[in-house]
Each structure stands twice: as structure tokens, then as C-alpha cells.
């Protein structure tokens, strides 16, 4: 059964304090892992889809890596926007769903 | 503009009423699927269809009903609610091998 796990649960920064999010997974046969960014009220807005081990990938202050257990979301210099729930989806060898994780919250103070 | 739309976006009903959540989407996606979310249990499919008249269950279909009569729709049926199903309900469509695009989700309570 394919698993996601996302941690920590909630995150606090100040302004400009760097930080990862971290996205352990298991899955049969891996078709891509997916970062979303979720704000209150909203539905999860797509940030990223990472294919293969060693593959990164960059948006603003964003940047996603992966490798074969665990994908990592490193926030450079955040800013208090960038507060949100961020979730991890792998997608696995029957492509016909994502499996999520809980997500981490986010808060930067400014 | 590209979208996903969900009506309502907050229903409140009673145990055993029957209800339906619409989406649609204009992208004309051949994918959608439906999640509920729940606090410290993320996302969890619900129904998805690979397109017309193709749907199937997914992790958590138990008490849900879906149809796909035309591209664009998507509906979710609650036949017969009840309290277990108050939750935060998400359609989403994409391409094949896409991201998915969410709408902006349903907040449900049956009491």
C-alpha cells in the first residue's frame, strides 16, 4: 500500500529563516511525487512533480528534491506569503489516484 | 479561465437527506476524482473517473455514489448521510499524467 508521511505537522519561521519540509514515502513503482500549497478555504494549488531520484526542482523560494524514500521542500528566505499547508502526493505504478499526506502548516512571521 | 467549480461550498444537513455535490469542470480533462479531507488524515480519494460513463471506487467509497454522463460533470451522491461524512469534500480533474486541478472544495456537516 502506497504511504506518504510528511513532517514536521506544523512549522514556524521567522521572516528570511530558511527551512525544509520533509515527505518520507512508500510506493510500488513510483510515476511521479507532487508538491501542492494549500491556503485556508481554498483547494491545493500544484507546485511541483518530481519523476526520478536526483531530479530538483525550483520556483521562487521554493525548490523540491527527490530521492528513492523522501522528497524534500527547501523555503529560502520566506516570506510571511508563503504561509500555508504544503502537501506531498506520490503517484504510483496504476496512475489512477494521488496518495496525500497530512501536510505540514506553515507560518512565517514577519 | 480554467477552472474546477463546486456548489455548494458549505451544506448543512440532517442524518438520511439525500444530497448531491456538483462539479464541473471547462478544461475538458478526461480525469476527475473526488477526496474528502479530514485533520490529520490529508487527502483521501473518494470515486474517480477515467472519462464518460468510466468511474471506480477509490480508498474510501463506503456510503458515496458518483456519474459521469458528460466530460464536463462529476457529481458526488450522498444517498442516505450520515455524522461519519461531515468533512471537507474536493473534486479535481486533469489530463492524463498531469496535476490535478482542485476546486475549492464543499464543506459539509450532517448532524
Known amino acids: 500500500e502506497d504511504q506518504v508521511t510528511q513532517s514536521p505537522e506544523a512549522l514556524r519561521l521567522q521572516e528570511g529563516e530558511s527551512s525544509s519540509l520533509n515527505c518520507s514515502y512508500t510506493?510500488?513503482?513510483?510515476?511521479?511525487l507532487f508538491w501542492y500549497r494549500q491556503d485556508p478555504g481554498k483547494g491545493p494549488e500544484f507546485l511541483f512533480t518530481?519523476?526520478?531520484a536526483g531530479e530538483e526542482k525550483e520556483k521562487e523560494r521554493l525548490k523540491a528534491t527527490l530521492t528513492k524514500k523522501e522528497s524534500f521542500l527547501h523555503i529560502t528566505a520566506p516570506k510571511p506569503e508563503d504561509s500555508a499547508t504544503y502537501l506531498c502526493?506520490?503517484?504510483?505504478?496504476?496512475?489512477?489516484?494521488?496518495?496525500f499526506g497530512a501536510g505540514t502548516i506553515l507560518r512565517v512571521k514577519s | 479561465e480554467a477552472q474546477v467549480t463546486q456548489n455548494p461550498r458549505y451544506l448543512i444537513t440532517v442524518t438520511g437527506k439525500k444530497l448531491t455535490v456538483t462539479c464541473s469542470q471547462n478544461?475538458?480533462?478526461?480525469?476527475m476524482s473526488w477526496y474528502r479531507q479530514d485533520p490529520g488524515l490529508g487527502l483521501r480519494q473518494i470515486y474517480y473517473s477515467m472519462n464518460v460513463e468510466v468511474t471506480d471506487k477509490g480508498d474510501v467509497p463506503e456510503g458515496y455514489k458518483v456519474s459521469r454522463k458528460e466530460k464536463r460533470n462529476f457529481p458526488l451522491i450522498l444517498e442516505s448521510p450520515s455524522p461519519n461524512q461531515t468533512s471537507l469534500y474536493f473534486c479535481?480533474?486533469?489530463?492524463?499524467?498531469?496535476?490535478?486541478?482542485f476546486g475549492n472544495g464543499t464543506r459539509l456537516t450532517v448532524t
Open positions: 518530481l519523476y526520478s
Open positions: 478544461m475538458n480533462h478526461e480525469y
Open positions: 479535481a480533474s486533469s489530463f492524463s499524467n498531469s496535476p490535478l486541478h
Open positions: 510506493v510500488s513503482g513510483l510515476r511521479g
Open positions: 502526493a506520490v503517484q504510483g505504478e496504476y496512475g489512477n489516484k494521488l496518495v
